[in-house]
């Protein structure tokens, strides 16, 4: 593998995207590009923010996650949705999705979630399994869209088949509260496993519940002890207020071992087993 350039100029005064020249990028290979992605953020920065201007679309959309997360560049979602709109005019799948993330969140412009479904289902249509679940959820829940779960459960079950963790969360729900499908809680609990296994909090902590409700207080708490690891703060304020219910004294004391986020607003249509 190759060094990866270090033709990238540190000063100030000089426009992000005009730190690496042209020719840079023209001689720059896959390896030393992903070199260049794993280092110092904003050295990424200077190279994604100068192919990004060049035209190169995954480099737009990806320079939007950045100044979306202020990684490399000083956070600016209006610039974010700028970048994203520019990659997702030239249909790329993951610029569409994080467009409706944006108009969902009102990242950078003001929310409207009809907006947001539009984005999602055209990302959904190229196969982006994000795509899918933002789709899928957004018919599940009736946001922005005529609730149709029957449609929602067909994009879950074809972003589960891509392994999209958060999918297989959502079937399981549909399994236990008998949406469109039996109840079956062997089913739901099977797909929340999955969840689980690939690392989603909700899943891990809807695993959880399968276990306790058969008896397995033990297994259940090293499950519920991984959620806070990736769960969002909107989550965990969720899972202490169930836990601090728990007629299960173990799940009582877990509780007092999580700290209690500040409130956020919640869809009334969402759930602590499903909501994004």
């Known amino acids: 593998m190759a060094a990866p350039p270090s033709a990238a100029r540190d000063d100030a005064d000089v426009p992000l ?9 023209a001689t720059l290979d896959a390896d030393a590009a992903a070199a260049i992605l794993a280092g110092p953020p904003a050295r990424a920065a200077a190279w994604v923010a100068s192919a990004a201007h060049h035209g190169i679309v995954d480099a737009q959309a ?3 996650q950045y100044l979306l997360d ?8 209006e610039a974010a949705l700028t970048w994203f709109r520019h990659a997702a005019r ?32 055209l990302a959904a249509r190229t196969g982006l399994d994000w795509g899918m679940y933002n789709y899928g959820s957004a018919l599940a829940l009736g946001r922005g869209v005529a609730t149709d779960r029957a449609e929602a459960l067909a994009w879950f079950r074809r972003a589960a ?3 999209h963790a958060k999918s297989l969360n959502f079937i399981g729900s ?13 089913i739901a609990a099977g797909y929340y496993w999955q969840a689980a296994q690939r690392g989603d909090f909700r899943g891990q902590f809807n695993h959880a519940r399968m276990l306790a409700a058969r008896g397995d207080i033990d297994a259940a708490l090293a499950w519920l002890a991984r959620v806070p690891g990736t769960a969002t703060p909107r989550f965990i304020g969720q899972m202490h207020a169930w836990l601090t219910a728990s ?30």
């Open 17 to 25: 995207h005009e730190r690496v020249p042209l020719r840079a990028l």
């Open 62 to 64: 990806v320079y939007g």
């Open 70 to 77: 202020g990684h490399g560049v000083e956070r600016d979602p």
């Open 90 to 121: 030239r249909d790329h799948p993951m610029a569409m999705n994080m467009l409706g993330r944006c108009y969902e969140n009102g990242w950078g412009i003001a929310a409207c979630m009809e907006i947001a479904v539009y984005w999602y289902r």
């Open 161 to 163: 088949a891509l392994g």
């Open 174 to 186: 549909f399994y236990e509260d008998g949406w469109v499908v039996d109840a079956n809680l062997a």
């Open 247 to 276: 007629g299960v004294e173990a799940f009582r004391r877990l509780a007092s071992c999580f700290p209690i986020p500040l409130p956020a607003a919640t869809p009334a249509t969402a759930s602590i087993r499903t909501a994004k």
